[in-house]
């Protein structure tokens, strides 16, 4: 344990933080490898303490050690059957006592089972992306989306990183090559419902596109109507205009591989998306935005706009395949197990778009 404590208080020195001159908070390692600056690091101002939910070992594995007790207490014959269930708890009531619970524990080698649980809890953070729990909490303030599953409470209560794992805070590097730079990354699929033939990484490409040239549509619109303008619009926040033009300069960078048309529709091609593509879309997100922003609420990210408008396209059967069959825990139906796989890459070299979908999660609840 004294061996276990050093190496605690070394690892926790992983997780200072600083606010990067962009207004974002880094961990010192992010923070070197996006700044390139030891001095600037050690000038940088500490994030505040805010409300928000902290992680917690008692909120993670709570649950889980939960189910684990309660598991090892309940009769074999009641299990699946709630009357016997609730008889028992009644009868153990009235008629049990501490030291016969104790026994029932004990008899189960209940230690083991939980030592187990909490050994693979503690292995599922030492391989999570993000490096602490206000990470994810910056990005992903979304508990509330997790209220229609139709799992249990333990389910609820865990959300979404016990089953799919936990988000890179880096947003938009991951979301990129949870798009361009995995296994499933270029490989073809034909989607059920247009029949169309495409790979993520086209569909990330066309979306990002949108992107930029919605950006560059809407500066160029404001200086031919004033070449002396700033070039940002008046509804958008200089700070959000600024992290959207970042955005647009990271993006800009794989702009050169952009397809040069949308892949066809090959049935219920009447009304096919090159035709009916929305136009304006960051005009309508700036008066989301504005609106968000009078209730008090928290504004959509562009980020999170990108990943909405991703899935109004071909890769919502991707994220569909894996908040159905990819489950890192959990029960899983055989075949939507093998559509996964099928989508998203065989065993070993999955993608589940964690970050993406966290986005979408996130995106969903505050435009909700």
Known sequence: LKELDEEVKKTKLLFQRRIGEDGKTYTKEEFLIKFHDQQKWQDSKKPEDDDRPKWTIKDFCGPRLGAVVADSFTPQN???????QIAFMRTLGRK???????????SQDVVTSLANEIFEC???ISAAAAATGEQLNDKFAAEGAYAMSFGTRADYFNGLEVRIGAPNPLVLDTMITEHCDCADSTAAWTTGCYGIETTARTEWLLV???I???LRDWTAELLSQNPQASGRPDEVPEQDWNAWQV??????QQDKERPPEWPKETINGTHGRTESRSRGFLKKLAAINNSLRDLGEKTLLIEEALGLRLYTGPLFEKYNAVNRG???SGIKIAFMEERFHQLCGEKGKENRFTTTIYVLTSGLVKAS
């Open 326 to 328: 990819g489950s890192l």
């Open 78 to 84: 009641a299990k699946g059957d709630t009357d016997w």
């Open 122 to 124: 503690a292995k599922e």
């Open 96 to 106: 049990g006592s501490v030291e016969m619970v104790k026994g029932l524990l004990q």
């Open 212 to 214: 930029i040239d919605e």
């Open 208 to 210: 990002a596109g949108e």
């Open 247 to 252: 955005v647009r300069t990271e993006l800009e």
